[in-house]
């Protein structure tokens, strides 16, 4: 039986907290290489929010020419793989639609 502690990422966010008046020659766009889409880039600006399928969209983030200053984080789910998971103690469930959502304060 699969352990139901085993939990992997399902959903990753990122909040953008820098100082207003990044550009893109700051450089260090968060890269999304969505499924069956081009790479699509996110400039880090002040209060923008991106949220993303962790298990389908692989990403990276790119070189940057000044400090970057971000929160992140993940929602678990329950690993296909328990050998491949992170443990926790409670088990989450989450939805899995669109691949990568932005929001933006502006």
Request: contains cysteine.
């Amino acid at each position: 039986d699969a352990n139901p502690r085993a939990l992997t990422r399902a959903i990753s966010f990122i909040c953008y907290l820098n100082k207003p008046g990044w550009c893109a020659a700051d450089g260090g766009e968060l890269r999304s290489y969505p499924p069956g889409e081009p790479p699509s880039d996110v400039l880090p600006e002040s209060g923008t929010l991106v949220v993303f399928d962790s298990a389908r969209v692989e990403h990276e983030v790119q070189p940057t020419g000044k400090e970057r200053l971000a929160l992140v984080g993940w929602f678990h789910a329950p690993a296909a793989d328990p050998g491949q998971a992170d443990v926790f103690d409670e088990p989450a469930s989450l939805p899995a639609e669109d691949p990568l959502w932005e929001m933006s304060q502006s």
